[in-house]
């Protein structure tokens, strides 16, 4: 029984976040890809019929901003005219004929539990092949957001995108711009850039060496309390666990980043290091993050504690 599809396509409005091809359009660098199976053609049907809302850096506003799209509409003939179809129905279309051939009828008999699971059929081929996904602004609907992928039987590749991830992302920077090095913002620049057009160990290699700095960084805030001789002979990964207080906890906690790292740049593939791209991106941002917002509890201490001063002198 293929029973993971909804019976009608749900009228609520879901988060970007909540859906895996809206994820994967914001976060894939170019030529990336993506599986479409059983499991997920629920979040893709979701997508095409415009039920997905976005937040994302707008170039135009210069701030993140919630973008949504228009239901996936294409245009077809038959001999009674033109006409119109949203993409989201027909693909739920073939999803709900799955559950009926499965369903035993009656008779018992005609069942087709091994028909091939397909997202789309002959008819919708043509449409589907190339598939956009225009996004627009929620304060200005002349501001876009535009992704293109190319899609087959069971998986969907990202071939374009405007504007370019290096464009959205390059604003995210700004928001650490106290905590971290001219350096390292210019090598995450360079790693950003690079994974936008597809680029998967030479931008990884930026991002490793970045985050390698940030951990010495941090080995240098802890001074003294950390063996300076043990760490030095630590690999990597056993680094990150000694600075425990000095690193984001996730980062502590989470092996997944120990795996990644100690991967030598030469055993990993250029698929491999597209993969782990956005993991240690993040894994930055944390640490950059965290940093971030000791700072500014120190300067907003700091201010208070000036302010307090001013008025005690003022009641003296
Ligand atoms: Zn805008």
């Known amino acids: 029984m293929r029973n993971n599809i909804f019976y009608s396509i749900p009228s609520n409005i879901v988060s970007g976040k909540d859906n895996v091809f809206a994820n994967f359009l914001q976060s894939a660098g170019l030529?990336?890809?993506?599986?479409?199976?059983?499991?997920?053609?629920?979040d893709l049907i979701l997508l095409l019929d415009g039920k997905v809302r976005i937040s994302a850096y707008c170039k135009e506003c210069k701030e993140e901003r919630v973008f949504t799209m228009e239901p996936y509409i294409h245009f077809d003939e038959n001999v009674t005219g033109c006409y119109s179809q949203k993409l989201s129905e027909e693909v739920w279309g073939i999803q709900k004929s799955y559950i009926l051939e499965d369903t035993p009828s009656p008779g018992?008999?005609?069942?087709?539990?091994?028909?091939?699971?397909k997202w789309k059929n002959c008819q919708i081929e043509n449409v589907s092949r190339i598939l956009m996904f225009q996004f627009v602004c929620g304060m200005n609907e002349e501001h876009h957001l535009d992704?293109?992928?190319?899609?087959?039987?069971?998986?969907?590749?990202?071939?374009?995108?405007?504007?370019?991830?290096?464009?959205?992302?390059?604003?995210?920077?700004?928001?650490?711009?106290?905590?971290?090095?001219?350096?390292?913002?210019?090598?995450?620049?360079?790693?950003?850039g690079l994974f936008a057009s597809?680029?998967?160990?030479?931008?990884?290699?930026?991002?490793?060496?970045?985050?390698?700095?940030?951990?010495?960084?941090?080995?240098?805030?802890?001074?003294?309390?950390?063996?300076?001789?043990?760490?030095?002979q630590a690999r990597m990964?056993?680094?990150?666990?000694?600075?425990?207080?000095?690193?984001?906890?996730v980062l502590i906690k989470n092996t997944t980043i120990y795996g990644i790292l100690s991967k030598g740049i030469h055993e990993?593939?250029?698929?491999?290091?597209?993969?782990?791209?956005?993991?240690?991106?993040?894994?930055i941002y944390q640490i950059l993050g965290l940093w971030e917002s000791?700072?500014?509890?120190?300067?907003?201490?700091?201010?208070?504690?000036?302010?307090l001063s001013v008025v005690f002198s003022s009641i003296k």
Not at 268 to 283: A, G, I, N, T, W
């Open 147 to 192: 992704y293109i992928v190319l899609t087959t039987d069971n998986s969907m590749m990202k071939i374009g995108q405007y504007p370019s991830v290096a464009d959205m992302t390059f604003p995210e920077l700004d928001a650490y711009k106290h905590v971290i090095s001219k350096e390292d913002r210019k090598e995450l620049g360079t790693a950003i």
């Open 294 to 307: 000791i700072r500014k509890k120190q300067a907003d201490e700091a201010a208070l504690n000036k302010a």
């Open 108 to 117: 018992g008999s005609v069942k087709k539990q091994n028909t091939e699971w």
């Open 237 to 249: 990964a056993e680094r990150i666990t000694m600075l425990e207080g000095y690193l984001p906890e």
């Open 198 to 232: 597809g680029v998967g160990a030479g931008s990884y290699v930026y991002l490793r060496r970045i985050l390698e700095r940030l951990i010495y960084q941090a080995k240098a805030t802890a001074g003294d309390s950390i063996d300076d001789e043990k760490f030095k």
């Open 31 to 42: 030529y990336d890809s993506m599986q479409i199976g059983e499991d997920n053609i629920q």
């Open 268 to 283: 990993l593939s250029e698929e491999d290091c597209r993969k782990y791209f956005p993991v240690v991106k993040e894994c």
